[in-house]
């Protein structure tokens, strides 16, 4: 057992720990070994029995809530940069109009492929690692793999089984799905699996707003079900979910390429939780703390009602409640039983803590905790986390717990992985051909508990010959590693680019103060 002491906001449905998802207050969260929250204890109240010589950090007047939840993205892209076509004077229609454009699979398909290929397990730890310097605990739309793995940084939402090997409590696609498949999901859901869907994605009233209506004629529109999107869709329609679950929200993404994004109001009006997702780096923010500030200025600019509470709740208590209706347990709050899933974001004393968080960059991450388990943070937070390496964030010495993929019990240092990540790049053609021929070693055998790992990309592939690659590889390149945070260059690169209108060059005024 060890607790954490300090503002606490819990955003808990337990009344016993706090009158309303409003409240802070300083006081200690209590982690037991098993890796959930026994309980969270008021100033100096007494912790529970047999704490008397827990270990107890204390990180001042700094908050302490319930680690981010990003219901959207697609992991296996996350080391690209910013995408636009060069082509395009219009915002693209739906999501099968920018998959055509004459760049798109250069730019996101082939380097993608080249990773995940030549260096799964790195691809994976540093797309991981940019989730958690923002907070992240868990996270969807890792890569397909050619076997079962719990979450290995953070949380991967539908690979994620607690322990018990059961692969049916989270299912998803990306694809439009048949009507067949849509009805073996919604029988699925009526058995207690969740069904997040990538669906209705574009300019409203295109003809990608059917796959929401098609979804709903196959009895989706289930309290398990989780529409990715759904900008597309009509707002009068949404009075057809009688049972809502939830939508997840990405609007950098939708305004960068569709230059409009979800009638939130609307959704929420109909009881639909709204959560947010980051998406992915060709069109999205980094991590799912940057996709609050995208939010916030897209909010403001609507002119919607939404409090930095909101939109807190919206990647933490909102997204972690629809999750539990398929886990059977609890994250995005702090009460007895729930996750130990937490996040210390720096904080002054007297700070307003929702929108000190919304406010927040990844140089105020102090700690991560996963699990129970420390998993990233400031050296000082982090002397009893283990296979730890030293990695730079916003200009800070930070701490990862990182275990190397072949021993869990010795540290992978972070330079490894970024050295390995550069060979690939250096050399695309050379190492993808290595690698296939490897994965041809262990054809029918992949599935195999000794097998090499493999991870498929997840998005379509767009003007690409042969399994999403050129067919003369020496045109494959792959860009430059992105930084792990919304630095200058990034922040630079949203200037005059996509179809924002602008409203997102002021992602800027959050970072550069």
């Not at 996101?108 to 260096?119: E, G, R, S, V």
């Not at 701490?399 to 010795?410: G, V």
């Not at 599935?447 to 399994?467: F, H, I, K």
């Amino acid at each position: 057992m060890w607790a954490i002491r300090g503002r606490i906001v819990p955003l808990t449905s337990e009344p016993t720990v706090a009158p309303n998802e409003a409240a802070a207050f300083t006081g200690r969260v209590w982690i037991g070994d098993e890796g959930t929250i026994i309980t969270v204890s008021r100033g100096t109240k007494a912790g529970p029995p047999g704490s008397e010589n827990a270990a107890v950090i204390d990180v001042g007047s700094s908050l302490v809530l319930p680690g981010l939840i990003d219901l959207h993205n697609h992991l296996a892209y996350n080391t690209l940069p910013l995408w636009t076509e060069p082509s395009q004077t219009t915002p693209f229609a739906h999501h099968n109009s920018w998959t055509r454009a004459a760049t798109y699979a250069a730019s996101t398909t082939w380097p993608a492929y080249a990773l995940i290929t030549a260096c799964p397990q790195e691809l994976l730890a540093y797309v991981e690692a940019k989730a958690i310097v923002g907070g992240t605990t868990s996270i969807q739309g890792s890569p397909p793999k050619n076997r079962p793995r719990d979450g290995w940084l953070v949380r991967n939402i539908e690979d994620e089984t607690f322990g018990s090997h059961d692969a049916n409590l989270i299912y998803a696609s990306v694809l439009t799905a048949k009507p067949a498949a849509l009805a073996e999901r919604a029988n699925r859901m009526r058995a207690g699996s969740a069904f997040i869907y990538h669906c209705s994605e574009g300019q409203r009233g295109t003809i990608v707003a059917r796959e929401f209506t098609d979804a709903e004629a196959a009895g989706c529109l289930q309290p398990r079900f989780i529409a990715v999107h759904a900008n597309a869709v009509d707002p009068a329609v949404f009075a057809h979910w009688q049972s809502p679950g939830a939508i997840a929200w990405s609007p950098f993404s939708n305004l960068w390429l569709y230059g409009q994004t979800t009638d939130v109001p609307a959704a929420r009006a109909q009881q639909i939780n709204v959560c947010l997702g980051s998406d992915w780096a060709p069109s999205g923010t980094k991590n799912v703390l940057g996709e609050l500030k995208s939010a916030r200025l897209t909010a403001d600019h609507l002119g919607w009602s939404l409090s930095d509470q909101e939109l807190v709740m919206m990647a933490t208590c909102l997204p972690g409640d629809i999750l539990a209706r398929a886990w059977g347990r609890q994250i995005g709050r702090l009460q007895p039983g729930a996750e130990a899933d937490l996040v210390v974001i720096k904080a002054k004393r007297g700070a307003i803590p929702f929108s000190t968080v919304v406010d927040a960059t990844e140089e105020d991450i102090d700690l991560v905790v996963i699990g129970g388990q420390p998993r990233y943070g400031a050296p000082d937070l982090m002397s009893s986390a283990s296979t730890v390496t030293a990695l730079t964030v916003a200009g800070r010495t930070m701490q990862l717990s990182l275990s190397q993929p072949s021993n869990l019990t010795k540290a992978w240092e972070w330079s490894e992985v970024i050295d390995r990540m550069e060979e690939v790049r250096a050399h695309p053609k050379r190492e993808v051909e290595a690698a296939n021929a490897m994965y041809a070693r262990w054809a029918g055998r992949l599935d195999d508990r000794e097998a090499p790992l493999r991870l498929a990309l997840d998005m379509p592939t767009g003007l690409a010959p042969v399994g999403g690659l050129p067919k003369d590889l020496d045109e494959l390149v792959v860009p430059p590693l992105q930084s792990l945070t919304h630095d200058g260059g990034w922040l630079d690169s949203v200037v005059g680019r996509g179809f924002h209108s602008g409203v997102l060059d002021d992602l800027a005024k959050f970072y550069r103060r």
